[in-house]
């Protein structure tokens, strides 16, 4: 079960390693660039990614570090492993509200809009990082509390 235990970790820091990536680079790049651009052009390049971004790869990064995190916490418990079984559940909490369900009470909605042009580009964009911000911030603690479950396990 340790061997388990510790590759079922090892998964989840690198989802959340990735996914975390992605919101950072969205948020402080991607977007930013696209404000560059004249609107109509920057919100029918936005409206191209979020059609790639929905695939097989990318949504096993984006679901996945909910379910090994949270995983790692029940093996954890089942080891005995209290305080690094607690720290994968917070993680599991944490990146579950702050990206999950960010992505699809806001982000999503506001990607749809875009799509349907009921949302302009100055409208979408400032707003849409913000909440972007959010999931960056929330992977971020997730990726930190995990890291730090880990330690406390190893040590």
């Keep these: 079960m340790v061997v388990l235990t510790l590759v079922v970790a090892l998964v989840n820091l690198v989802l959340l390693g990735a996914v975390y ?7 402080n790049s991607v977007v930013p660039g696209l404000d ?12 191209g990614m979020n059609v790639v971004i929905v695939n097989p790869r990318f949504l096993a990064t984006f679901v996945g570090p909910v379910v090994t995190a949270a995983a790692t916490g029940f ?3 089942a080891l005995d492993e209290t305080t690094a079984a ?28 875009l799509d349907g042009g009921s949302l302009s580009w100055s409208e979408y964009a400032a707003r849409w990082r ?6 960056t911030v929330s992977s971020m603690v997730a990726l930190v509390l995990c890291g730090v479950g880990l330690y406390v396990w190893g040590s």
């Design 21 to 27: 990536g992605v919101f950072f680079a969205y948020s």
């Design 36 to 47: 560059r651009v004249e609107h109509e052009r920057a919100a029918a390049a936005m409206r």
């Design 75 to 77: 093996l954890l418990l």
């Design 86 to 113: 607690l720290l994968y559940l917070a993680a599991a909490v944490v990146y579950l509200l702050g990206a999950l369900v960010v992505t699809g009470r806001v982000n999503v909605p506001m990607n749809n809009a």
């Design 130 to 135: 913000r909440w972007n911000t959010v999931r």
